[in-house]
C-alpha cells in the first residue's frame, strides 16, 4: 500500500508566545518546535498499517519552511520510509496547505490512503484533512479514534460529541484525520534519531506544487494576546462560609446559576 | 450581503449553536437559513422568529443522519444557486466537519473556531483564537469571493424568538450521487450531562479525586448547577473518567461561562482547552498551584470539604 501521513510543525505547547513588533503574526526567535500531537498519532497510525500489510510504504509530507525538515527527519527516525518537503511560507492558509499536500501526493504516486490529525494545535482549524480530501476526489472521514483494516475498505469510529460514537465504513483511497485513541505513538529511539540525520529529505518547490500566493484567501493579522488577568480573588472562611460566598458569586455576581 | 446560516437540529429542535449564530452582529445582511433533513419544515418557523428572512428545505431522509461526505455535496449544489457573500455554521462536531469541505469544493475562503464574527455593508469581520487561546488573530479576507465561518458555540447569546416575524420557505431538490462513506451505525453515550463542549458551566475534577468512585462528588455538585463534568488527562489516564470528558490539548476545547477546576494543577496542557473559558474558578489545596494564576476566583481548600459544602449551597439557593 501506498500511504501518506501529513505533519505540521507547530509551537510546543509550553513555548511563551510572543507577537511580533507589527503585531502580525508572532515572533519566532525561541521558539521550540515539534510535530503537532495528533500528528504523530498519523505517523503512528502509518507505521502500523505497513507491519499489516507487506510491500507498503509511507511517505511523509510536511508543508513549511526550512525549518519543518527537523520534523520530518523526526518522522523518519520513528520509521516512515520518505519524506517530502513543501516549500510553503509558514502561514500558508489551509486552502494553501491543503492544495500543496493533494498536488504532492498525485505527484508521488496512487494514495491508498491518508492520514492527517484532526486538527494542528497552532491554528486549531481542523481543516486541512477534508480539504485535501476535496482536492483529491477521495472521501474523508474525521475524528476517528479506531480503525478496522477491510480490504479496499476501512471501517472508523469517530468520536461525535456528548460520549456518541459513530461508525463510518468508507472505501479506500481515503484521508482519515487521527484522534486521541486511535493509537499509542512511539518514540523514536536515539540511534534512530543519529541515522535519521543522514537520511534525503526531498523538497518541492511551490512552483512544482501549482501554490502561488494568489491561492491565498486568509491572512491572520492584528494579533492580541489576552489582557492581564486580574488577580485570583482568595475566597476565605470555613468550608461552609467558602461554598456559600462562591454560590453567591455564581448567582449574583456573574449570574451563572 | 447575504449571508446563509446552516441550521444543525436533533429530534426537531434546532441546536442551541445553530441559535446563537442569529445573535452575531450581522447588519442589514439579508438571511437565509437552509435546513436538511427529514420533516424539516417545521423548523422554518423558529428559524424564521430567530431573524432568518427565507429558509431553505432540504427534506431528504437519506440526509437525516447524513456523513459529512453526503451533507457536503448536498449543500455544496445548492449554495451556488444562491449568489451568496457568507455561510455560518456552527464550530460543532457537525459545522467543523462540513466547513473545510464546503469552503474547497467552493473555493471560498475558510474560516474556522471564530470568537467574533460581524457584517457591516459589505465589510465582514472575523477573530479567532490562535495557540490555543494565547493569543487571538484577525482573520483578512484577500479577495471578496464567499467566504465559509464557522463560530465557537458560546459566543454570543441567542436572540430571543421574535413571534411576529416568519421567513419565506422554498423547498430545494439535490441529487445525491452514490456515496464512498455511510453510516453504519451510532453508539449513543448514555451522557445525561451535557457535553463539556456544549455546556455553560463545567465542573472538572483531577487526578486527586484518587478514584473513579469519589467523582460521584463532583458529578452532584455538578448536577446541582446543570453543569457538565469534565476531566484533566491524569485523572482520565488513572482510569476515573472516559476519554470523552478530558478537557486540554489532547482532550476538548472548552469555552464555557463558568469553568470550576477542582484538584486540578493547572499544568499548560490542561489551560490549553479551557483558557478562554469566560470566568475560572479554582479549588485547590496548594496556593501556589499554577491554575490560580489563571483563575478569577479561588478557594485554598481540601476539595472533599470544599465541594459536598457547593453543592449543599446550590441546593439551598434552589430552595431544594
Ligand atoms: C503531550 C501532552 C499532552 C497533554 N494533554 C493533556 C490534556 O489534554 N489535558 C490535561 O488535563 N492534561 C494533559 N497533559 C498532562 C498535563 O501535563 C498534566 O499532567 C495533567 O493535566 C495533570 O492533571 P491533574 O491536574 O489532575 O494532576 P496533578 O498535576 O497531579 O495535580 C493535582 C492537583 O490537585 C491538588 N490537590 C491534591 N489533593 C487535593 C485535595 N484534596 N483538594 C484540592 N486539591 C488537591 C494538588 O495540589 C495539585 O495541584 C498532557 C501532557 C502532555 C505531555
Ligand atoms: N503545513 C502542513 N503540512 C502538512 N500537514 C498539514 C499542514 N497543515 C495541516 N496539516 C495536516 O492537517 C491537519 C489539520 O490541520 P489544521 O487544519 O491546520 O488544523 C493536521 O493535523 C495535519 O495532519
Redesign the interface.
Known amino acids: 500500500m501506498n500511504i501518506f501521513a501529513c505533519i505540521k510543525q507547530v509551537?510546543d505547547?509550553?513555548t511563551r508566545?510572543k507577537?511580533r513588533g507589527d503585531g502580525n503574526g508572532?515572533d519566532e526567535a525561541d521558539i521550540q518546535w515539534i510535530i503537532s500531537?495528533?500528528d504523530e498519532l498519523a505517523i503512528e497510525e502509518a507505521l502500523r498499517l505497513r507491519e499489516q500489510r507487506p510491500d507498503s510504504t509511507v511517505t511523509v509530507l510536511s508543508a513549511g519552511p526550512e525549518r519543518v525538515t527537523d520534523s520530518l527527519r523526526m518522522a523518519l527516525a520513528m520509521g516512515a520510509d520518505s519524506a517530502v518537503r513543501l516549500d510553503l511560507p509558514g502561514d500558508a492558509?489551509?486552502?494553501m496547505s491543503?492544495r500543496a499536500l493533494a498536488a504532492a501526493i498525485g505527484k508521488l504516486g496512487e494514495a491508498d490512503i491518508v492520514f492527517t490529525g484532526k486538527e494542528a494545535?497552532?491554528?486549531?482549524?481542523?481543516?486541512?484533512?477534508?480539504?485535501l480530501?476535496?482536492?483529491l476526489g477521495?472521501?474523508?472521514?474525521?475524528?476517528v479514534n479506531g480503525i478496522d483494516y477491510g480490504d479496499g475498505a476501512i471501517?472508523c469510529r469517530r468520536?461525535?460529541?456528548?460520549?456518541?460514537?459513530?461508525?463510518?465504513?468508507?472505501?479506500l483511497p481515503?484521508v482519515v484525520a487521527a484522534q486521541?485513541?486511535l493509537n499509542e505513538p512511539r518514540y523514536a529511539t536515539a540511534l534512530n534519531i543519529i541515522r535519521a540525520k543522514k537520511k534525503p529529505i526531498d523538497t518541492l518547490s511551490a512552483d512544482e506544487l501549482g501554490v502561488t500566493e494568489a491561492n491565498?484567501?486568509?491572512?491572520?493579522?492584528?494579533?492580541?494576546?489576552?489582557p492581564p488577568?486580574?488577580p485570583?480573588?482568595?475566597?476565605e472562611g470555613t468550608?461552609?462560609d467558602?461554598?456559600?460566598e462562591?454560590?453567591r458569586?455564581?448567582?449574583e455576581g456573574?449570574q451563572?446559576? | 450581503m447575504k449571508i446563509l446560516i446552516i441550521a444543525e437540529h436533533k429530534n426537531g429542535q434546532l441546536s442551541e449553536a445553530t441559535q446563537e449564530l442569529f445573535g452575531l452582529p450581522l447588519g442589514q445582511a439579508e438571511v437565509h437559513a437552509v435546513v436538511a433533513g427529514e420533516s424539516v419544515e417545521s423548523l422554518a418557523g423558529p428559524l424564521g422568529q430567530l431573524g432568518a428572512d427565507k429558509v431553505h428545505l432540504i427534506e431528504s431522509p437519506a440526509l437525516a443522519s447524513g456523513t459529512g461526505e453526503s451533507l457536503g455535496q448536498a449543500l455544496g449544489q445548492f449554495i451556488p444557486q444562491l449568489a451568496l457573500d457568507v455561510v455560518l455554521a456552527a464550530h460543532s462536531a457537525q459545522g467543523k466537519d462540513l466547513a473545510p469541505r464546503l469552503a474547497a469544493a467552493l473555493d471560498a475562503a475558510l474560516a474556522t473556531d471564530c470568537i467574533q464574527v460581524s457584517c457591516d455593508g459589505d465589510k465582514v469581520t472575523a477573530r479567532r483564537p490562535v495557540y490555543a487561546g494565547k493569543a487571538t488573530a484577525e482573520v483578512e479576507f484577500t479577495d471578496d469571493g464567499l467566504k465559509v465561518i464557522t463560530v465557537r458555540p458560546r459566543t454570543v447569546k441567542p436572540p430571543e424568538p421574535d413571534a411576529a416575524r416568519s421567513a419565506s420557505v422554498a423547498s430545494v431538490v439535490v441529487e445525491l450521487l452514490a456515496q464512498k462513506t455511510g453510516l453504519k451505525e451510532i453508539i449513543a453515550g448514555g451522557n445525561e450531562r451535557p457535553d463539556v463542549t456544549e455546556a455553560s458551566i463545567i465542573v472538572t475534577g483531577g487526578r486527586s479525586l484518587g478514584s473513579a468512585e469519589n467523582f460521584s462528588i463532583i458529578e452532584d455538585f455538578a448536577d446541582s448547577i446543570g453543569a457538565a463534568v469534565g476531566s484533566s488527562r491524569a485523572a482520565v489516564d488513572a482510569g476515573y473518567r472516559p476519554y470523552r470528558d478530558q478537557v486540554g490539548q489532547t482532550g476538548k476545547v472548552v469555552s464555557p461561562q463558568v469553568y470550576i477546576a477542582c484538584g486540578v494543577s493547572g499544568a499548560i496542557q490542561h489551560l490549553a482547552g479551557m483558557r478562554t473559558s469566560k470566568h475560572i474558578v479554582a479549588i485547590n489545596t496548594d496556593p501556589d498551584a499554577p491554575i490560580f494564576q489563571l483563575a478569577d476566583y479561588g478557594i485554598v481548600g481540601d476539595l472533599f470539604e470544599v465541594v459536598p459544602q457547593l453543592t449543599e449551597a446550590a441546593k439551598n439557593r434552589n430552595g431544594s
Not at chain 1, 486549531?124 to 477534508?130: C, D, I, K, S
Not at chain 1, 477521495?138 to 475524528?143: E, N
Open positions: 509551537p505547547t509550553t508566545i507577537l508572532i500531537p495528533h492558509d489551509s486552502g491543503a494545535i497552532d491554528d486549531g482549524a481542523a481543516a486541512v484533512g477534508q480539504a480530501a476535496v482536492s477521495m472521501p474523508c472521514v474525521t475524528v471501517t468520536d461525535v460529541g456528548g460520549g456518541n460514537v459513530e461508525i463510518i465504513e468508507t472505501s481515503a486521541v485513541g491565498r484567501k486568509t491572512r491572520l493579522k492584528n494579533f492580541e494576546l489576552p488577568k486580574q485570583c480573588q482568595i475566597i468550608p461552609a467558602q461554598a456559600k462562591l454560590i458569586v455564581l448567582a456573574i451563572a446559576i
